[in-house]
């Protein structure tokens, strides 16, 4: 339609200017000293359309010559950086560096820059070449301003291999710095480097964020936090203050993980404050039924010892056949020389499983009775085993 629509033109003014030559005797002096050039009206319209059309040809065959090297380019550009990226994932990372250093050279594109230079320096990383690694990013960031984000990222994560973690949090400050939402990469990242500066408060708060972003692993980011709980609680059983403040702001659902249940306790054991170490297994030991944390209840032993038994006794009822329990019970009641119910108990806990921690109990509680010969003979079973487990 529009082809016709140009013909029709072209067909009107040359009628246009037939009949214009036909009722004109008109003429037209060109000079340009020392020449001067007469042409009649007629010949000189039908010059200047003829130059027109000549000179519209000449730029659209110049446009076109322009127009067929851009986009040579551009598919070369596209073709460099994909065989790049094929040859990333599949390990390749000479090609890889190879092609995408290429593109990176051709590209006019922002987001093909970046995305070039971050595929070149990654393949440069892999290959230990840190100083190609580098120029590769800082190239990225001078011709792609605006695209500085995920070279920023891509740094923080190189210096995080290479065990920079300081500098990784500085790289990762100055991308937070733009302000807005933080991709979750940068936020893992941070997390890392956290771990790395082991500052756990840190790690537990970033874990807080990422646990509500629909595109984090939750069931990692529920490991990361756990495990920088226990460090926390590690780390605070120097200090009773801290370590009560840090383990009274954990969340009760939290507080039922047994895990961090047996490292609190330990930490206040650790701390000579038994009282604390005591509530706490009672808070929590019928729920979990934790082996680690009932063998925990013979531990730190003070004037309470009494009340313990009565307690243990009645978790008993819950757990007949509990050999920790029974084991727990004989070593309670021969801290408070109830000879004879500690023996039962430990005898009881052995003939439900043998283990060596219960006859080196009976072994000892022998002893105190005096019989030398028993104490031996739970002596060498405990020993053997004591080998048996570790071969």
């Known amino acids: 339609m529009k082809l016709i629509l140009w013909l029709l033109a072209l067909f009107t003014a040359a009628v246009a200017v037939t009949l214009a030559a036909k009722y004109n005797t008109g003429h037209v002096l060109l000079v340009m000293p020392p020449y001067q050039l007469e042409l009649s009206l007629d010949h000189f319209i039908i010059g200047l359309i003829v130059t027109f059309f000549v000179f519209y040809i000449l730029v659209r065959f110049i446009l076109g010559i322009f127009g067929f090297n851009q986009r040579y380019r551009h598919k070369k550009t596209d073709n460099m950086l994909l065989s790049g990226l094929k040859a990333y994932f599949e390990g390749d990372y000479v090609k890889a560096r190879r092609n995408t250093s290429v593109a990176l050279k051709l590209s006019d594109s922002s987001i ?31 011709k792609a301003p605006d695209e500085k984000s995920l070279c920023l990222i891509t740094k923080a994560e190189f210096l995080l ?35 790395q500066a082991r500052n756990w408060d840190a790690v537990i708060e970033l874990t807080d964020i990422l646990a509500k972003r629909h595109s984090a692993n939750k069931i990692l980011v529920k490991k990361l936090r756990h495990d920088a709980q226990m460090e926390n609680i590690k780390n605070k059983a120097s200090d009773l203050q801290s370590l009560n403040q ?55 032993l003070d004037y309470h010892v009494n009340r313990q038994i009565e307690c243990a006794e009645v978790w008993l009822k819950s757990q007949p056949n509990n050999a920790q329990l029974l084991l727990t019970l004989g070593k309670l009641c021969t801290h408070c020389e109830l000879w004879g119910k500690a023996q039962n108990y430990l005898e009881a806990s052995l003939s439900v499983e043998p283990g060596h921690k219960a006859h080196f109990a009976l072994a000892q509680l022998n002893e105190r009775l005096g019989k030398h010969e028993l104490a031996m003979n739970h002596y060498n079973k405990g020993l053997e085993l004591t080998l048996k487990k570790l071969t």
């Open 246 to 300: 840090y383990w009274q702001h954990i969340p009760p659902i939290e507080k039922m993980d047994s895990k961090l249940v047996v490292a609190a306790t330990r930490a206040y054991i650790a701390l000579g404050n038994c009282t604390t170490a005591h509530k706490i297994i009672e808070q929590n030991i019928t729920a979990t039924w934790d082996t680690e944390l009932i063998e925990l209840y013979a531990e730190c």
């Open 112 to 142: 093909t820059t970046v995305i070039s230079a971050v595929i070149a320096a990654r393949s440069a990383h892999h290959l230990d070449e840190t100083i190609a690694r580098d120029q590769y990013l800082s190239t990225a960031a001078h």
């Open 161 to 195: 291999n290479d065990g920079y973690h300081k500098e990784a949090l500085r790289t990762l400050q100055s991308l937070y710095a733009k302000g807005g939402l933080q991709p979750s990469s940068a936020l893992q990242l941070e997390l890392q480097a956290q771990q």
